[in-house]
Structures are given as structure tokens and as C-alpha cells.
């Protein structure tokens, strides 16, 4: 009984941990510039082939397997932060004034264009960079086998949220940043650069795409159309969570993961639809998510 | 009178020969539908489009060996239209009823998704296009209603799921339990279907652990690894494809699934060279038929393999065969019918009628269009286990089982089949 329970918990705190690190670069985007970035799933998919090229170097020249997750890391950061700026300065800051749905119709053909670029660039054929995953070995409990790889999503996740609330709650910038969620007119009027708030959130926001997307290449096969599942998710965790919400988010995430794993184990059949039955449910009952801001009326 | 005559029949045949001669100069429009993009366009659509060009630029050079080697389809040059199955099943439709309606294609070999398939069979009834469709696999398409001008030059997915049933069956006399992972959409549960009903028809005590029924494109699996470890299955059945096969093997092996399981990987084949040390050994691999490494020695085969690696520096997987035996069929039938009228360009009845019941034979062995009044071909299957042998991956303890073990009788559907404990008539 025991190793059921823990079962369950292993997998559905490891599911959480991928669906946080998917999902919380949306929200903040979505928080601070109030844009559902529907490309979201294309900086992910750019974030594991960037990896897939930078990690295939690193095996190629033989440099030391310990730094696979540096150049993990590293990969990530050059895709969120070369064309995350890229786009919002060439891209989204003409179309802030626009409605918001302008916006999203705007980030939904870029995902499509970003896809196809993604292809024009690595090709259809599949890339395989299993040896960070397969490097760490595994470990047990009880008469179950896990990866190590499990180990180190989990302090990913861990770290990245804290990184978030740190800023967000103890810096500067963040404290601006916290100004522009609430309101964006008077933040300007204080002068705060709302402009360059918003180039370093979407970037951020990228690079945390590119950081989930990098540490999953290693345990998939990081082939085209990756980046669509993950959007779908992405929006069912933000949404259930209240958009723009970092505890939202992993709240979410744990509960999601949680629930996924209990019917894997217990009702696989109900697995396909879980993930939006929690988010039906959740939005039942608070229709503006779990964690959902308060907006001051304006008059 | 009589030299009168005599001109007169010269110039007649002269005429008759001008008017072959012109015939033969008019292209064959040769409609190829498959995946070029989406998750579906590597393992599959890619190679099955390299295989469409590479029988086309053999046929047109008359290279090909007997009987195919004719120019062409009958003596006409082919050109190739091809387009991208990827997209909604109305884009598809849409898509199909412009290859026959606009572009004015003579014939059409396509279609991997089932759902695509059995969006267009209808519309392909409509339109009088004859149509071989290459590698879906539901056996719905012609075992719920007859059809008249689409074809199916390979077995359908019920050789698949029992063939890896008779091959454990062969392998392994006495399981007690299995479960499996499979895709939850038409095919993952198709297959699952057909496998959990054979292997209770082959182990009448056995019982089922789990089914794993993920998103199709999920890409984590540690929960149902999780699942299926515990269940401790002493078989794990999968009709995973692609990238979900591909990362189901990339994070089931490290946990050693495989070392307390037999897995079968229906589909396996795609994956067995991209992830050749990272499929254990003894693996039980499948082609969806006698495919690319499972495929017969014969002259066929082996012109095959070696123009197609040539070409593109890999060896054909089972979509390239697939391909290539569609294509290869539909010339067959097409010249069966031109010299059925006289050597005239067939129109599209006179090539279905040809087609019908026809017995050829390519790279992956004999086939014969028996089933659905002569428009299911069936075919033997195959199955081994993977063995790593110097880095290189090659297949052990092949089995091959022949179409009446493997498909069902005429008139009969699988489902029933199946169910009926899938005797041979």
C-alpha cells in the first residue's frame, strides 16, 4: 500500500514538475503584459532542439558529461533571450494599443511560423540527446526503478520558482514589475520604463519555454509539432491556476500531476481527459482560477 | 481494289500507330498523398515519399525489374503530384477532391492516417477515383461497406496485433498476464483491441494487467512506465509510433521495463536503426507486415533496398515498402487494363476491374487482393527479436506466419474473427 502511495506521489510530483516549468513562463507573460502567447509552445520546441544541437556538440567534442546540464541551461537562455527580444521589439510592441485578441492572432501565426522555421533549420528528421537523462543513473524505491533525471526536474522547478518569487517579491525590478501587473498606465506615469519591463518579461518568459524545453530533450525524441501538446497543457495549467499566478501555476501543476498519476495508476482510461476535467472543475467553482489577481475597477 | 484496300488498311495503321504514339507521349497523372509535415512526416511520410520518387524515376527510365519494367505505366511517362496529408480530415477531403477534380490526376496512392482514409474512401466513390491507400491500417475501411474504386495493396492492422499474438504464442507457450501502452485514438485502440483478443483467443487463462491509454503526442510516460512495471506483465504490447514511440523507448529501457517484460513494439521498426543501442536486446520488433528488415529474400527486395540506399544513404523502413508495393500494384493493374482495352488508356472501372482479385508481387514478397471482394490485399506477416551485433542492430529468431493465420477469411470481419478464435477457412 505504502509503495503504491509513493508511486503515485513519484510520478505525479515529477509530472508537476514538467508541467510547472511548461507553464510558468506563459503566466508571466501573461501577468505582466496581459498576452495569451500562444507561441509559447514554439519557444519551447526551439529551447530542445537549440539543447539537441548544443548537447550533440558537447558529446561530439567529448567535453565533460558533468556540464550536460550547463549546456542544457545555457541553450535554453540563448533561445529565450536571442529571439524573445527579437520578437517583442520587431513584433508585439507595435500591437500593445491593439485588442487583445489582435495579439493573440498575432502569436498564433507566429507559432506557425516559427514551426515551420524550426523545420527550415533542423530538418523533420527526430534528434536524440539521451546522455544527460541516461548519466545520472537511477534509483529505487522499493521494487520500482526511477531516473535520477526525475531528481534534477524537481530542484529545476523548485529553483525556478523560488528564483520568480525572489525577484518578484525581494528586488527592485521586481517590485516594478509588480507595479505594471497592477497597472501599466500609472506604473508609466511613475516612471517606471514600461517598455523595457516589457522586453525583459518576454524574454524571461521565453527562456523559461527554452529551460522546459531543453531539459525534456533529453528524454524525448525532439522531432517537429513537439511544441503543440505543450501549449495545450500549458493554457489547461495557467487558466486552472488564475492567469498570470505564479503560485497559481504550481499549485496547478501539483494538483494536475497528482489527480494524472492517481488514474494512470488506478482508472487508466480516464487519463485523456483529467488534466481538463480538473480544470473544468476548478473553473466550475472559481471561474477566474484558483489564485486569480484582484483587478481594481476602473472608472 | 485490293491495293485500294491495302492503302487503306496501312493508313488505318498507321493512324492506330500515331494515335499509341501520341497516347504514350500523355503523361500518367499519378496523385501520392503522405505526410511532409507534422509528427507523422519522419518515420513515415518522408521515406514514403522517397520511395513514391524513387519508384516513379525507375519506372520512367524502364530500369525496373521484371514485371515492372515497362516506361512508365504502360509505355506513358508518370509525373508525380504530390501532396501533404497533414492537416484536418476536412483539409484532406478538400485536398483529395483537387487532385481528382482540378488537377485531373489518373490515379491516386496515399494516405497513412486512418482517420484520413476513411474521410476520403467515400469521396473516392464518388468522384470514380481509384485509389490504393498504402498504410493506414483500420479494417473498417472496406469491412463496413463495400467499395469499388479504393484498393488496399497491404494487410490491414489486424496482421499486425495477431501476428505479434502468435508470435509470443510460438515464442513463449505459457503467459499468464499482459497489458499494454497504446495511443488513444482510432489505431492505438484498434490495436490494443485486436491484441488483447487474440492473445485470450492463444491464452485462454491469461489475464490483463493495465492499458495504458495516453494522449496520442503525450511525450511523458513515466506514470504508465510506472503502471506497467507494477503490473508486472509478463508481456507489454505497444502500437506506439514516431516520436511517442521513440521517447517511450528512450525512458522505459533506463528503468529496465524490459528486463521483467517481452515487449512487443508493433511498430518498431521506424525506431530500431535512429535508436539501435538503446533498444534492448531481445526486444520483439514488428514491421507492420514482411517489411523492411523482415522482408523476404528475393530479387525484388534486394533491387529495392539497394536503389533506395543508394539514393537516399538509409534503408527503407516499412512505410518505403508500403510505398512502393502500392505503387507497384497500381501499375500492375493499370497495364492489366490497358491490354485489357486494347492498349488503350484505361478508364477508371477498366483499372478497378483489372485490380481486383490481382496477385503481384514486390519487395516485401506476394501479395494478393482477396479480401472485400478483391479489394483487401493480404500478405504473410512477420516478427523477431532486436540483437545489438558489433554496435549494429539486426533481428533474431524471425517468425513468418502466413496470410490465413494472420487475416481473416473472406466475408468474415476481424472483429468476428477474432472473437470466433481465429480459425483459417
Known amino acids: 500500500m505504502i509503495d503504491q502511495i509513493l508511486m503515485v506521489l513519484i510520478d505525479g510530483i515529477n509530472y508537476s514538475a514538467w508541467l510547472f516549468l511548461a507553464a510558468v513562463g506563459l503566466t508571466l507573460i501573461y501577468g505582466v503584459m496581459k498576452i495569451v502567447n500562444v507561441a509559447h509552445g514554439s519557444f519551447y520546441a526551439l529551447g530542445a532542439y537549440m539543447a539537441a544541437s548544443v548537447v550533440g556538440a558537447w558529446v561530439t567534442l567529448d567535453y565533460p558529461p558533468y556540464l550536460y546540464y550547463l549546456a542544457l541551461f545555457a541553450a535554453a537562455l540563448i533561445s529565450g533571450f536571442t529571439v524573445g527580444p527579437l520578437v517583442e521589439r520587431v513584433l508585439l510592441r507595435y500591437q500593445y494599443e491593439k485588442d487583445e485578441v489582435v495579439i493573440l492572432l498575432i502569436t498564433y501565426a507566429l507559432f506557425l511560423v516559427m514551426e515551420d522555421v524550426i523545420k527550415l533549420i533542423w ?55 509588480v507595479s505594471v501587473i497592477h497597472d501599466r498606465e500609472i506604473s508609466a506615469a511613475m516612471g517606471i520604463d514600461v517598455g523595457k519591463i516589457f522586453v525583459v518579461t518576454f524574454s524571461v518568459g521565453c527562456a523559461l519555454a527554452g529551460i522546459a524545453g531543453a531539459f525534456t530533450a533529453p528524454t524525448i525524441s525532439v522531432s517537429p509539432g513537439l511544441g503543440v501538446e505543450v501549449i495545450v497543457l500549458s493554457f489547461a495549467v495557467v487558466v486552472t491556476g488564475g492567469l498570470g499566478s505564479l503560485p497559481g501555476v504550481a499549485l496547478a501543476a501539483i494538483i494536475m500531476g497528482l489527480v494524472r498519476a492517481f488514474c494512470i495508476h488506478y482508472i487508466p482510461h480516464l487519463e485523456l481527459f483529467v488534466i481538463f476535467g480538473v480544470m473544468a472543475l476548478v473553473l466550475a467553482f472559481r471561474p477566474r482560477g484558483l489564485f486569480s489577481l484582484a483587478e481594481a475597477r476602473k472608472i | 481494289m485490293k491495293l485500294t484496300k491495302a492503302l487503306v488498311a496501312g493508313l488505318m495503321s498507321g493512324l492506330a500507330l500515331t494515335s499509341a504514339h501520341a497516347q504514350n ?103 470514380k477515383a481509384v485509389t490504393f491507400l498504402f498504410d493506414c491500417g483500420t479494417p473498417r475501411i472496406f469491412e463496413e461497406s463495400a467499395k469499388n474504386y479504393v484498393f488496399r495493396a497491404v494487410n490491414h492492422a489486424t496482421a499486425d496485433s495477431v501476428g505479434a499474438a502468435r508470435y509470443l504464442k510460438a515464442q513463449k507457450p505459457n503467459v499468464k498476464n499482459f497489458g499494454g501502452i497504446n495511443q488513444n485514438y482510432a489505431w492505438g485502440q484498434d490495436s490494443w483491441k485486436d491484441f488483447s483478443g487474440a492473445m485470450q483467443v492463444l491464452y485462454p487463462q491469461s489475464t490483463v494487467t493495465t492499458s495504458q491509454m495516453p494522449k496520442l503526442f503525450a511525450g511523458q510516460y513515466s506514470g504508465e512506465i510506472s503502471a506497467l512495471m507494477a503490473s508486472r506483465s509478463e508481456v507489454v504490447h505497444t502500437s506506439f509510433w ?184
Open chain 1, 123 to 177: 530538418g523533420v528528421n527526430p534528434y536524440f540527446i539521451v546522455e544527460p537523462y541516461a548519466y545520472l543513473g537511477n534509483f529505487s524505491v522499493g521494487e520500482m526503478t526511477y531516473p535520477n533525471y526525475y531528481i534534477l526536474m524537481f530542484g529545476l522547478a523548485i529553483t525556478v520558482g523560488l528564483a520568480l518569487t525572489f525577484v518578484l517579491k525581494k528586488t527592485h525590478f521586481g517590485r516594478m514589475l
Open chain 2, 25 to 127: 507521349e500523355e503523361p500518367i497523372n499519378l496523385g501520392v498523398v503522405t505526410f511532409l509535415s507534422g509528427p507523422a512526416a519522419s518515420p513515415f511520410g518522408v521515406p514514403a515519399r522517397n520511395a513514391a520518387e524513387l519508384m516513379i524515376q525507375e519506372f520512367n527510365a524502364g530500369k525496373a525489374p521484371a514485371p515492372y519494367n515497362n516506361k512508365g505505366f504502360g509505355g506513358s511517362p508518370i509525373k508525380m503530384t504530390i501532396i501533404d496529408e497533414a492537416g484536418s480530415s476536412t483539409s484532406v477531403v478538400t485536398e483529395f477532391r483537387n487532385l481528382v477534380q482540378r488537377d485531373k490526376v489518373d490515379l491516386i496512392v496515399g494516405y497513412i492516417s486512418s482517420g484520413n482514409c476513411l474521410a476520403i474512401a467515400p469521396v473516392a466513390e464518388e468522384l
Open chain 2, 242 to 425: 514516431g516520436g511517442d514511440l521513440e521517447a517511450f523507448i528512450l525512458q522505459s529501457a533506463p528503468r529496465g521495463l524490459y528486463k521483467n517484460s517481452d515487449v512487443v513494439l508493433v511498430a518498431g521498426e521506424t525506431a530500431m536503426y535512429r535508436l539501435a543501442n538503446r533498444i534492448p536486446d531481445g526486444t520483439i520488433i514488428g514491421a507492420r507486415g514482411p517489411y523492411g528488415v523482415l522482408a523476404p529474400q528475393s530479387a525484388l527486395n534486394t533491387w529495392f533496398r539497394e536503389k533506395f540506399t543508394d539514393r537516399y544513404n538509409v534503408p527503407p523502413n516499412y512505410t518505403a515498402y508500403q510505398m512502393a508495393h502500392s505503387i507497384m500494384a497500381a501499375k500492375l493493374g493499370y497495364e492489366k487494363a490497358m491490354a485489357a482495352n486494347g492498349g488503350k488508356k484505361p478508364n477508371p472501372d477498366q483499372i478497378a476491374a483489372a485490380v481486383r482479385g490481382m496477385e503481384y508481387e514486390g519487395p516485401g514478397g506476394v501479395h494478393k487482393f482477396a479480401l472485400s471482394n478483391g479489394h483487401q490485399a493480404v500478405s504473410e506477416t512477420a516478427y523477431g527479436r532486436t540483437k545489438l551485433v558489433n554496435g549494429e542492430m539486426t533481428i533474431v529468431d524471425v517468425m513468418r506466419f502466413p496470410a490465413e493465420q494472420v487475416m481473416p477469411p473472406v466475408g468474415v470481419k476481424s472483429t468476428d474473427w477474432i472473437a470466433g478464435g481465429m480459425k483459417s477457412k
